[in-house]
C-alpha cells in the first residue's frame, strides 16, 4: 500500500478505498458536520511530499462544491478542531495541500498521522438520505526510502 486516510490514529483504522466516505442528515433540518480523518504512510521502504488530498462524488450529483443547493464539503490541515471563523476562509470542494512531507530521504515514516478535518454542509428541507458515493483522493510524490 502506501498512503491512506484512516477514521482514527490506530493502524487498524484504515478508511477502504473500496468504501467511500458515508454521511446520512435528517434532511429536513440540515446542518453541518465536523469529522476528522488522518492521512498515514505504512510503508517504510517510502517516503512522500507534494501531497494534496480532494474530494469527489461519484455519484450522478455532485454534493461536493456547493453547486447543487446547498451542500458542500471542505478540507482543513489542523491538530485542533477548526473554528467557524476558519472554515469560512476555505471555498467549498476545495483540495487541500498538505504542509509537511511524509518521511525523508532515506527513513519511510509510518508513525506520523496527519489529522485533515472534514466539514459537511446540507441544506434544509431534503428528503433524508445516506450519502455514500464521496470518495477521497491522495496525491503525492513518491520516494524511495
Partial sequence: MALGLYSEPKDTALISSDAPFTVTFDGRTGGQMDQCVYLR?????????????????????????????????????????????????????????????????GAGDIVTYIPIWVRVSVPRSQPIQTIESIVFTVEATEHAA
Fill in 41 to 105: 504512510n505504512d510503508n517504510l521502504e517510502r517516503w512522500y511530499d507534494s501531497i494534496v488530498i480532494s474530494i469527489s462524488d461519484d455519484g450522478s450529483t455532485d454534493h461536493t462544491d456547493d453547486s447543487e443547493g446547498g451542500w458542500w464539503w471542505k478540507l482543513i490541515q489542523k491538530d485542533i478542531q477548526p473554528a467557524n471563523v476558519e472554515w469560512l476562509k476555505v471555498s467549498a470542494g476545495n483540495s487541500l495541500t498538505i504542509d509537511a512531507d511524509i518521511g525523508s530521504e
